[in-house]
T-cell receptor
Framework: DAGITQSPRHKVTETGTPVTLRCHQT?????MYWYRQDPGHGLRLIHY???????DKGEVSDGYSVSRSKTEDFLLTLESATSSQTSVYFC??????????????FGPGTRLTVL | AQTVTQSQPEMSVQEAETVTLSCTYD???????LFWYKQPPSRQMILVIR??????QNATENRFSVNFQKAAKSFSLKISDSQLGDTAMYFC???????????FGKGITLSVRP
């Protein structure tokens, strides 16, 4: 398995507060992704990165921003958390070459509750 | 845009029996990949099996196999000799070749009964 960690693993916050979730990988994979998982929706892509400082929006990007200043770290920020952002957030990475070039490896997830 | 549909929200199977999970997708692309991911109660996402659209042969991984029908845009997962550890949520996913973004279905909850 790719070494992917997420922090924090659980967080409870209040509406209107900023929140930053961190994804850290040790595999030197080029691509990184943030998904959210909600009942009845599966996983939906929020933002992704195809290299340091290169990011783009996914299908549910409103209210989220990301940054990638190093290959190994991909940060997801909720500028002003809302209750609709209560979810489980997954980070994933993908290599661009090799036998597993099209496989995404997932972190353990972060459960975020916005009160 | 691609869509992935898993119409069965949940299924149950007796241990040691065979179960098939359904998935259909919609795309205008010709080159793509299809995946089944497993999410056990631990929440960890685990790749079960993948299929490359240009390969006619159905992928197999031990007890897991797929029935890939490209013309019908169908991609079902067959689990043989079901085990208690197969209890999980299963997601079907699509990736356009050269794109690297996954589109997931809503998932199906599979329960294996002892």
């Amino acid at each position: 398995d790719a070494g992917i960690t997420q922090s924090p693993r659980h967080k409870v916050t209040e509406t209107g507060t900023p929140v930053t979730l961190r994804c850290h990988q040790t595999e030197n994979h080029r691509y990184m992704y943030w998904y959210r998982q909600d009942p009845g929706h599966g996983l939906r892509l929020i933002h992704y990165s195809y290299g340091v400082k290169d990011t783009d929006k996914g299908e549910v990007s409103d209210g989220y921003s990301v940054s990638r200043s190093k290959t190994e770290d991909f940060l997801l920020t909720l500028e002003s958390a809302t209750s609709s952002q209560t979810s489980v957030y997954f980070c994933a990475t993908q290599d661009e070459q090799g036998l597993k070039y099209n496989e995404q490896f997932f972190g353990p997830g972060t459960r975020l509750t916005v009160l | 845009a691609q869509t992935v549909t898993q119409s069965q929200p949940e299924m149950s199977v007796q241990e040691a029996e065979t179960v098939t999970l359904s998935c259909t997708y919609d795309t205008s692309e010709n080159n793509y990949y299809l995946f089944w991911y497993k999410q056990p109660p631990s929440r960890q996402m685990i790749l079960v099996i993948r299929q490359e659209a240009y390969k006619q042969q159905n992928a197999t991984e031990n007890r897991f196999s797929v029935n890939f029908q490209k013309a019908a845009k169908s991609f079902s997962l067959k689990i043989s000799d079901s085990q208690l550890g197969d209890t999980a949520m299963y997601f079907c996913a699509f990736m356009r070749r050269g794109n690297s973004k996954l589109t997931f279905g809503k998932g199906i909850t599979l329960s294996v009964r002892p």
